[in-house]
């Protein structure tokens, strides 16, 4: 039999006969590994363990600490999940069960039947009890008319409608134990890997996403592959609870909804605009510093914008119906995205060489008109505004501008503490994807420029496929919170293919016109999810040098109130953010909301304090910081906010 020679992460290499199975690999690696491995990542596509290997070929072992290898684990998990609620539900029908970052759903209609929350405990028991079998996950290969009598048969559309969109010869079953399910896989070895389950949420969804289609009922799980992980994983949804920006949010009064004004756009409120406008400015410092300009565009632009630009054609399905004007045929739309706008902005002038870099800025607000059910808080909205910028610059200036973008990144990171990161280099599918525009040529040059950015940078990077912007290439910043959960904020995009589209020139030194290449960028991503993202990975519990409230006086009776609003007033001379809290309520109660309020430092003023023209100092976290004068605690304070500020201002 001829061999094969297989190349493993760290380049090293064993040879195997052919057909040998990922599964061959680990054991011959070892037999812990093997009884580990979930998955396997062969030439780049995730596969099944068990399935031969046909040639020479790079293979990554997935096993639990792996994301892939996660993500396999709870697709398989919601197979199962499934199984056991046809056995305790046979009326219902099985729509998707995909995997999500942190376990799996599977969307079901269950009739005339509601699921309720008490149901899920038996649901669960039923799961170990089927996992415990060790079934193992079968593929079939169908036809396309056998698929569809198979569902005809159990009366399930929404499978028969998934089955239209498909090609005959692409389609295949998989089959655990009783339950039999339309799926591509891949899939883990058997169900016996599975030994801990928590269904952890129920709740309403449209089919498909769309509000025209039926309702169904999305049932959400996790699973480990060791009790002690649930366990460990039940105190951090605990402390995810606790962190949550929707309840912080109100708490602190920084925004809120209101269904006359409309679902996803969010009002913020006077604490919340105060925290929204010092980030606003803390950017806008730091852009000025680099050469950036500050523009404003309109919220709407007419259609023939957008289809220059390409949103039209990728983007017109997700965006608010059009605004029909008085003239015949005559369409504007709500502005989902601020480049088209920057494009023309460039287009008033005529350029040289010389002008080049161009950085053009602008926090500004656009629309996506999301599904109801996929709003979630700040963090998917309806009306968002970025922290947009776009940079206009010769081919030879790319990665130049593309560095200083990422010390940007870097830097407002830094500044509210997000101090683990890793970059995501988000490039094209490696199989051809009609949903990307421009030229091979062109898509290479902006990859390669990124790439070499991200090593000359010492960036911690991963490279994903699939995930690039249909018109370039993207570095997206992956951040991990205070409680290990990883959220894309800033991002940095290459662009050869708006300038084409809108014909952008500039004269070279060579007296010729040549096309500018165009870099986006957005430190933030939008100010209403990097607040969400920062509410929850500070608990609340701001930067003094953010925060909105950083003080609190509380006089001790109404005899000291004047000394108290003086105070606040000297204060906020020196900007630093005081309040007055003057009410007739016992000083402890005063201190119990303030500590709620998440209010940094707390000065309670009496008779001492008022002859003294001094304070008494308490910080949350520290407690009673003693008695000290005015001066002494506006050192204090500075002192505090130059330290978390030293990068930025160095």
Known sequence: MSKMTITLPDGSTREFD??????????????????????????????????PILGDSTVQLLTWKDEKGKETFWHSSAHVMAEAIQQLHPEAKFTIGPPIERGFYYDIDFGDVSLTEAELEPIEKKMLELASQKNYFVRKDVSKADAIAYYKERNNQY?????????????SFYTQGEFTDLCRGPHIPNTGFIKAVKLTNIA?????????????????????????ELTEHLLFLEEAKKRDHRKLGKELGLYAFSERVGQGLPLWLPKGTALRERLTNFLKTAQDRMGYVQVITPHIGHKNLYVTSGHYEKYGADSFQPIKTPVEGEEFYLKPMNCPHHCEIYRIDAHSYKDLPLRIAEFGTVYRYEQSGELHGLTRVRGFTQDDAHIFCMQEQVKDEFKMVIDLVIMVLKALNFQDFTAQISLRSIEKDDKYIGSDENWEMAEKAIVEAAAEKGLKTVTVHGEAAFYGPKLDFMVKDAIGRQWQLGTIQVDYNLPERFQLEYKGSDNQMHRPVMIHRAPFGSLERFVAVL???????????????????????????????????????????????????????????????????????GEKEAESESVSVRKKHEGDLGNMSVKAFIDLIQKEVEEQLKDFRS
């Open 204 to 228: 309403g969804a449209y089919w498909r996403g769309d509000e025209k289609n039926p309702q169904v009922t999305r049932v959400y799980g996790i699973t480990f592959p060791k009790k002690s």
């Open 535 to 605: 509410t929850e990975h500070c608990a609340g519990e701001f930067p003094l040098w953010l925060t909105p409230e950083q003080v609190t006086v509380l006089s001790l009776s109404e005899k000291y109130n004047d000394y108290a609003i003086g105070l606040s007033r000297m204060l906020n001379n020196y900007d630093i953010r005081a309040s007055v809290d003057e009410r007739n309520e016992t000083v402890g109660k005063k201190i119990r909301e303030a500590e709620l309020k998440k209010v940094p430092f707390m000065l309670i003023v």
């Open 159 to 171: 499978k028969l409608e998934l089955i239209e969109a498909l090609e005959d010869g692409t389609i």
């Open 18 to 51: 052919q057909g040998a199975s990922a599964m061959d690999v680990a054991m011959d690696i070892s037999e812990g590994l093997a009884r580990n491995v979930l998955a396997a990542i062969v030439n780049g596509k995730v596969q099944e363990a068990a399935v």
